[in-house]
């Protein structure tokens, strides 16, 4: 068994993102309902329920996250600090595709209209939907094994990352070079 571990791959992200978009998205979901700007999620698919609302928004969500995962995902995963950061850019990035131009087109608003998309606490929303998103993907997202081996320094015992290279495979034409010698 070789103890190199590949860079996490597209797929594994994406389905991280995915669950972390769908964690952000009930968030997004109920604040949207309370504060009554919901109803554009539900005219996505042409209807105006609620339960129908909820659906759409915790797909958008979904996808939003896997879009996250696959290109965002890699440079956050399993740290905390850079995934806020991240999360609240992603956030205003989703409020402004979203809620001032895919959902007014869709519904009744107007397009780029940042009193139509519910004004600016909307876009905290969003934003929290963003951070959201982010921290349960650094959180439950895909991970690389480290390796790690002890270091003396000064009188204590320091744990560092190690890079462990493979071995080149001898040839049968090293072989031969070395029985000659």
Known sequence: MSEYTPQVNLISRTGAGVVGGVAGGLFLALALQITGHIKPYAQLVGETDASTAWVMVLVVAGATGGLFGAFVGK???????????????????????????????????????????????????????????????????????????????????????????????????????????
């Open 75 to 181: 440079f956050i995963r399993g740290q905390i600090v850079p995934a806020v950061g991240t999360g609240l850019v992603w956030g205003m990035v989703t409020w402004a595709v979203l809620a001032m131009l895919l959902l007014p087109t869709f519904g009744d608003g107007g397009v780029l209209s940042i009193k139509d998309a519910g004004g600016i606490f909307i876009l905290g929303v969003y934003v929290a939907f963003g951070v959201i998103t982010s921290i349960v993907y650094a959180i439950a997202g895909p991970r690389r094994r480290h390796y790690y081996r002890r270091r003396r320094e000064v009188g204590f015992v320091m744990a560092m990352p190690s890079i462990r290279r493979r071995r080149r495979r001898r040839s049968d034409e090293d072989l031969v070079e070395e029985l000659e010698d």
